[in-house]
């Protein structure tokens, strides 16, 4: 693959302490927009670990009794300015993103509450939180990815997802094998 123009790359920025925060105010919005179908709103993905270096978008994970209907959700979401990506994914982990345009400040995984994927994420972002080596070592995955993939195209973006596929399954297998997730 070439290397992309370097105006046109994915950026890893050091862990911004302003995170948690805005992650705060989101799921605030999130909340009041969807109601009761939201039974969990978390704040998941590299920018929801405490020193971790991370593209500058929170990730949230919204927990809801039933995946389908989408439109239960995908209407609230989409009134509050998130537009819903159509992926094969959409059985089990459908995703959503603001603004609708690159670069994103805000991605939304909803995903069925006690279902694997639920586990599986939290999972790995409690293992993250609770052993910083690993942490760091993921964090030097990304430094070193980055780089090779454009954020223009949904599709690259993507692909850097993908190259990082080993490691995240490496963690979250040893995390459920030690009963994660804490939370």
């Known amino acids: ?3 992309p123009a370097s105006t ?3 950026t890893i920025v050091p862990y911004d302490p302003r995170w948690p925060a805005a992650f705060a105010a989101e799921a605030a919005r999130m909340r009041a927009a969807l109601g009761d179908l939201a039974v969990r ?3 998941n993905g590299s920018t ?3 020193g971790l270096a991370a593209k500058p978008i929170i990730d ?3 927990s809801v009794a039933a995946l389908a209907p989408m439109d239960s959700y995908r209407v609230p979401l989409q009134a509050i300015g998130y537009t819903h990506v159509p992926h094969a994914d959409d059985a089990c982990c459908p995703f959503f993103h603001r603004p ?3 670069p994103h400040t805000h991605h939304v995984h909803v995903v069925a509450t006690g279902g694997a994927e639920e586990r599986r994420t939290l999972a790995f972002r409690d293992y993250l939180r ?3 080596e690993t942490a760091r070592e993921y964090a030097a995955l990304k430094r070193r990815l980055a780089p090779r993939f454009s954020a223009a195209t949904l599709a690259s973006r993507q692909a850097y997802a993908g190259a990082k596929t080993t490691f995240v399954e ?3 297998a040893e995390a459920l094998r030690l009963g994660y997730p804490r939370s």
């Open 60 to 62: 949230i994970q919204v």
């Open 1 to 3: 693959m070439p290397t």
């Open 48 to 50: 929801a670990v405490p």
């Open 8 to 10: 046109d790359v994915l």
């Open 170 to 172: 490496r963690v979250v």
């Open 41 to 43: 709103v978390e704040h």
């Open 130 to 132: 609770d052993h910083p």
């Open 100 to 102: 609708h345009d690159w």
